[in-house]
Structures are given as C-alpha cells and as structure tokens.
C-alpha cells in the first residue's frame, strides 16, 4: 500500500512538472532560431569595393577564362582563381547578399528579431519602422506570396503554403490538447489519490500517456515543418545560405522534456494500481430456514 502510494505520488508529481515545461514552451518564443551576423559581415566585405574617382570594378565572371598548359608547372601552387568554384562565388555572393537576412527567434505565435544581434535592425525597431515581433498566422493569405513570379511558380508556393500552414496548426492544436488531457489527468489521478480509488489512479496513467501520445505528434509535426519551410522551392526565396546558424532553441527542449516527464508519469501511475495489497473478501455463514 506505500509502494502505489509513493509511486501516485510521483507521477503526479512528474505530471505537474510536465505541464510547467510545456506551458513555458508554448508561451516562449524560443523553439528556432537564427543567427545572421556571420553572414552580414561576409556581405559587407563583399560590398566594400574601391569606389575611387577613375578606378572601374569588374566582375571576375566577365574576365575570359585561360586555360591552363597540358603539363603544368611542376611544383607550382594553384591559386584560388584556379579552383573551379571561385568563379561561380562570386556570383553566388552577389544573389545571396541582395536579400535580407535577419537573425531571428520563432515560436508558436510569433517571430521576432533577436535582441542586439545587429544594430541597424535595432536603429529601426527604435524608430518604429519596423517591430520587433511579428504574429505567427494561421490562416491562409495571399500577401505573403511573391510578386512577378511565373504562374507555375506562383501556383508551387501556393501548394506549399497550405502545406506549411496545415503542419503550423497540427503543432499548435496538437500541443493545446496534450496539455488539456494531461491537466484533466492529473485532476482525475489526485482526486483517486485522495479518495485511494485504484481505477482513477490507473485512468490518470492512460490520460497521461494520451497526453503524451498528442505531444509527440505536435513535436514531430513542428519538426518536419522547419525542415519543410527549409527545403521550400524556389531556394533563393525560401532557403538558408551555409553561413548562416539555425537550431532549435530551449523551448523546444523544454517541450520535449515535458513529454518525457508525461509518458513517466504515465507508466509510473498505471503500475501503482497493481501493487496496492489484494482485499479479502469475508464469506457470512449463510443461515438456514428455522436455525435460531
């Protein structure tokens, strides 16, 4: 009887854990995250180039091209002109350094600039020409698509918009009803605690580990839809350059802590029923007719 009521106990306890870290995960931002300084630096060595009076810059793409002898030099170095990719970097540079890339931190509701990362960003947001956080929509609009795209073009974003966006309302809705079961769970399994009901006891380890269910399709589902914003076509609209960092972010981690904490608390209040102590029954002599 103190082994099930120490292992109730526990699980309740881990529950009630459990839901502290979803609830922090959900109303923090922080679940990815972006960090762009690398990337504006190298932009900004890029655009530094000599604008003296009489000096002209020409791009190493328009240079013709020399072919190197048949039998080289011995014993020569080759310099990084001689690389086949050094004259497809710059190019390269030029397209990824015409967009503007932030460094950022999203969650479930909104996403926002990072705090300090860049200066100019913060020259703005304290001006009030931009904000530093923008809501998360869960609706469908055509505003955020592309201008003067070709059609089929237009109609592929269009397709992985829905896409995106039904993955962003699976995360949300899936998480909202982890954390509804597991709270109702945890009402049912103190209640059977208090009252020492085994069955309300066993009914709150099956809501916990619903609960925990719902939260690994919200987690798995958040996790396939940054891979697929990622990986959205056209590249140069939706893609990330290689210098730029990305990762999840604690509240992520909070999350999946959570849900460990959840499907804990699950098996530990499904077991405690069946170490509580077998009651015996008591069998009345039946009395006969005319015994006195």
Sequence with gaps: MAAMKILTATGLLLAFCSLGLLAMAICTDYWYETDARRHRERC????????????????SVNLPLRVAPAGGVSGASSGPQDKP????????????????????????????????FDLETEELIYKGLIQRCTPVKYHYTSSTLPRNLPLNITKTIRQDEWHALHLRRMTAGFIGMAVSIILFGWIVGFLGCCQQHDLMQYVAGLLFLMGGTC??????????????????????????????????GWSMFCAWGGLGLTLLAGFLCTL??????????????????GAV
């Design 85 to 116: 990719g050094f004259l497809a970097s710059a190019p390269a540079m030029e397209s990824q350094c015409s967009r503007r890339f932030n460094s950022t931190i999203s969650g479930l509701w909104r996403r926002c600039h990072r705090e300090g």
């Design 44 to 59: 900004k060595n890029f655009s530094n180039k000599r604008n003296d009076r009489g000096y002209i810059y020409i791009s």
């Design 272 to 289: 405690a029923p069946s170490l509580s102590s077998p009651r015996t029954a008591v069998h009345k002599p039946r009395q006969e007719n």
């Design 215 to 248: 939260c690994i399709i919200s987690l798995c589902t958040c996790v396939a839809g940054i891979n697929f914003e990622l990986s959205r076509y056209p590249r140069y609209i939706y893609g990330l350059p290689e210098d730029i960092s990305h990762g999840y």
